[in-house]
């Protein structure tokens, strides 16, 4: 656990994988439990400590995770996620390569395509809680939530393709999922038809940047997380540069 911002209001974390947001039936230690003992020893804190969680990572995912330190921040956070105020960017690591998708012309799993290289993926999400996973239809089905992200190529290296991706709703496993979907499972991602797994368990994803205006103070924040310390990652976040 990194802090990559705190003041009196929010802090915000960047989340390794293999490590739980909130507590679970596994029992494990969660990161809002080292984040409020990070607190009460840092300012010497008696006493209970506040911490509100206001959104989660899956567990191998990395990245920002926001916490807020008070409850006027916790409401206030957790209306600004509820009506999108808050705006997430990630970076995904895939197999395939997108613009040969795009040279080869299957766009009915690719979704639509901007001039400026983004693509669309609208998809109606099932959530299958026994198995934790999340099923994409091309049509509205019963139960199902309407799924919406925009991603496009930001990186290639000879067998894999950074991707960019914004969501534009939030559902369980939605990525993963969407992604999949489209013809492009991420990389380790054994739940979602990646080939294998990660060395150290994770999932190439992680939640890469985050922008939205203070709570409180209603100063703009814009924070990115540093890269996984990955020879891949690194080798294909250089070439975005």
């Known amino acids: 656990m990194k802090v990559v911002y705190e003041d009196n209001h929010i802090i915000i974390v960047n989340k390794q994988s293999g490590e739980i947001v909130q507590g679970d039936k596994t029992g494990d230690r969660p990161l809002s439990d080292i984040v409020k003992d990070y607190i009460k020893e840092k300012y010497q804190k008696p006493g209970a400590v506040f911490l509100g969680v206001?959104?989660?990572?899956d567990r191998p995912v990395s990245g920002l995770v926001v916490f807020a330190r008070t409850s006027k921040a916790l409401t206030r956070l957790n209306k600004m996620f509820a009506e999108g105020d808050v705006h997430k960017t990630y970076w995904a690591i895939v197999s395939r390569s997108v613009d040969e998708e795009r040279r080869s012309g299957s766009a009915e799993v690719r979704g639509t395509?901007?001039?400026?290289?983004w693509h669309t993926l609208e998809h109606w999400l099932i959530r299958n809680e026994k198995q934790n996973k999340s099923y994409a239809y091309d049509r509205e089905r019963p139960g199902a939530k309407?799924?919406?992200?925009?991603?496009?190529?930001?990186?290639?290296?000879?067998?894999?393709?950074?991707?960019?991706?914004?969501?534009?709703?939030?559902r369980h496993h939605q990525i993963r999922c969407q992604l999949?979907?489209?013809?492009?499972?991420?990389?380790?991602?054994?739940?979602?038809?990646?080939?294998r797994s990660n060395a150290d368990g994770s999932i190439s994803l992680m939640a890469r940047r985050i922008e939205f205006t203070h709570p409180v103070?209603?100063?703009?924040?814009?924070i990115e997380a540093p890269v996984p310390d990955d020879?891949?990652?690194q080798a294909l976040a250089k070439l975005t540069r």
């Open 54 to 57: 206001t959104h989660r990572l």
């Open 113 to 117: 395509e901007d001039t400026d290289g």
């Open 146 to 170: 309407k799924a919406i992200l925009r991603y496009r190529a930001i990186a290639h290296s000879d067998r894999y393709t950074l991707l960019e991706v914004n969501l534009m709703t939030g």
């Open 180 to 195: 999949a979907a489209a013809g492009h499972p991420i990389k380790g991602d054994l739940k979602y038809g990646a080939p």
């Open 217 to 222: 103070s209603k100063a703009p924040v814009t």
């Open 231 to 233: 020879t891949l990652w």
